[in-house]
């Protein structure tokens, strides 16, 4: 059980194909609105505004302001943050994929990173070797090919969420394969893997399916719907969505200088939804808890 003194960190996730109030529109900026016309397809112009409408949201609950009112800022690396004119400690972070979005809470610096899962990672084995370690190399390679893939995706997830606790963009990828994931050893990986995923069971290889197969994106959690404010949220202790162990994320190796001081190591919590996996980082150890958001 998490101790109950940490800081908890709230992660909701926001169906962006879900129907959303009419002047959900007017709460985005115009600056936003402009982005999203640059997309080429509707339903991505359209899943776009509904992220950004669905963090504003969020946040103006936190705030007591109007969603419209929220204001943000960003860093000299891009990393968006509350405008310092809210005088607000809330940290948050934002990441989407096809037709979800999670937005992770909290009161220190975090990162959050999003994988949908059931699509084919193009060039795996190209990837494996240009973001991993070489511990890390060995251990995807000697996974089951039918697990393989869920066991890179995880490795991502926690790598991708401490570069974005960091506030680094597309110039601290380079920094992937510095980073050491703490993946399990293969046969607890595969063991936990197989358990949660039957439909990619290796019969050769199999541990056990569960008792009742999970729903895409089903879990159980707080449901909000504004516009009253958001309810005290449950900590996650339901089967559907499984937290694996809170793991340290750091450099092994190397550390590298940034203009504030060397980057400090992570405390990541990864949730395994069946349908999608999510790793929120932060720098020191929290507790995570994950909801259903809709308005």
């Excluded at 959303?20 to 936003?32: D, T, V």
């Excluded at 063991?191 to 994106?217: C, E, I, M, N």
Aim: glycine residues 4%; charged residues 25%.
């Amino acid at each position: 059980m998490p101790d109950a003194n940490l800081p908890v960190v709230d992660c909701w996730r926001i169906d962006l194909d879900a129907p959303r109030p009419p002047e959900s529109e007017h709460w985005i900026a115009a600056s936003e609105h402009a982005r999203a016309e640059r997309f080429r397809f509707e339903h991505l112009q359209r899943r776009y505004r509904a992220t950004r409408a669905g963090l504003r949201a969020l946040l103006a609950r936190q705030l007591h302001v109007s969603p419209a009112d929220v204001r943000f800022v960003r860093s000299p690396r891009g990393k968006p943050s509350l405008d310092p004119a809210h005088q607000s400690p809330l940290h948050f972070n934002l990441t989407h994929s096809e037709h979800v979005a999670w937005v992770a809470l909290g009161p220190q610096e975090l990162g959050i990173d999003l994988e949908v899962l059931g699509r084919e990672v193009k060039m795996l084995d190209s990837l494996v070797h240009r973001v991993t370690r070489p511990h890390e190399a060995q251990l995807l390679l000697a996974m089951p090919d039918s697990l393989r893939e869920l066991a890179f995706l995880l490795m991502w997830t926690r790598k991708e969420s401490t570069l974005k606790a960091w506030g680094e963009g597309i110039s601290g990828m380079g920094s992937l394969n510095t980073l050491d994931s703490q993946l399990p050893d293969v046969e607890t990986l595969t063991a936990f893997l197989q358990r949660h995923h039957p439909d990619r069971l290796d019969p050769a290889t199999a541990v056990r399916k569960p008792a009742s197969p999970r729903q895409p994106g089903d879990f159980s959690s707080h449901e909000y719907h504004g516009p009253h404010p958001i309810p005290p949220a449950l900590l996650t202790d339901h089967p559907e969505a499984h937290q694996l162990p809170q793991v340290l994320i750091h450099y092994p190796d190397v550390r590298l200088p940034t203009a504030e001081g060397e980057r400090p190591p992570l405390y990541a919590t990864t949730f395994d939804l069946g349908s999608e996996l999510v790793t929120v980082s932060s720098p020191t150890p929290f507790r995570a808890r994950i909801h259903r958001f809709s308005y």
